[in-house]
């Protein structure tokens, strides 16, 4: 089984600052990484994944999260926030085994509010 | 990626009633489960939805309590039995594509009064 921790359940930041979302796992067997992003009263939309290969995977609104087995993170972050990221960040797990059934693992949840 | 599409977005119902949605991919996936966010919380697996068999529960949740239909690889129904004001929550629909991508459906808003 896997489970998702996610230490901040809020976070304030300046716009134009840079933020990090923290996002830890544990797991028994090998991963699937994935952030989804959820704007007000909207669904589910997928932000970024890491399947394989480089650990460092970008979004193409200037997110970015890089995979690190060795703390078991997979952290969000982007340099310089807009308002309009101000939304509630879902950090989400898929153990990868033979006859797994390939369900999301998710998080609690972080609300990053972006200030003028 | 897949397109999902949710019916109904939203419904406000009596407690004792039951529920149906609908979920209706627009290509053939494998793997299609149901989820349920309740208010300021994370998503939880209700269950997975297997063509031509039963779902697969995950603990804290039972058939007799959210029956769920798989009749081809395109189409699914969750219902929400015998509802009571614990049962409000947003209910969503998600398939796994070819490339491990996980599309949502916009998720059915359902309060119980």
């Known amino acids: 089984a896997q489970s998702v921790t996610q230490l901040d359940s809020q976070v304030p930041v300046f716009e134009e600052a840079p933020v990090e979302l923290r996002c830890n796992y544990s797991?028994?067997?090998?991963?699937?990484l994935f952030w989804y992003v959820q704007y007000p009263n909207q669904g589910l939309q997928l932000l970024l994944k890491?399947?394989?290969?480089?650990?460092l995977v970008e979004s193409i609104n200037g997110f970015e999260a890089e995979f690190n087995k060795s703390q078991t993170s997979f952290h969000l972050r982007k340099p310089s926030v807009h308002i309009s990221d101000t939304a509630e960040y879902f950090c989400?797990?898929?153990?990868?085994?033979?006859?797994?059934?390939?369900?999301?693992?998710f998080g609690s949840g972080t609300q990053l509010t972006v200030l003028p | 990626s897949a397109v999902i599409s949710q019916k109904p977005s939203r419904d406000i119902c009596q407690r004792g009633t039951s529920l149906t949605i609908q979920c209706q991919v627009d290509?053939?996936?494998?793997?299609m489960f149901w989820y349920r966010q309740q208010p300021g919380q994370s998503l939880t697996l209700i269950a997975t939805?297997?063509?031509?068999?039963?779902?697969?529960?995950e603990s804290g949740f039972v058939i007799d309590k959210f029956p769920i239909s798989r009749p081809n690889l395109t189409f699914s129904t969750l219902t929400v039995s015998n509802m009571s004001p614990e049962d409000s929550s947003i209910y969503l629909c998600?398939?796994?594509?070819?490339?491990?991508?996980?599309?949502f459906g916009s998720g059915t808003r359902l309060t119980v009064v």
């Open positions: 998600s398939v796994v594509g070819p490339l491990i991508g996980y599309t």
């Open positions: 797991s028994s067997v090998s991963v699937y």
């Open positions: 890491y399947l394989s290969g480089s650990t």
């Open positions: 989400a797990v898929m153990g990868i085994s033979s006859g797994s059934a390939r369900q999301l693992t």
């Open positions: 290509s053939q996936v494998t793997m």
């Open positions: 939805a297997n063509q031509g068999s039963e779902a697969t529960y």
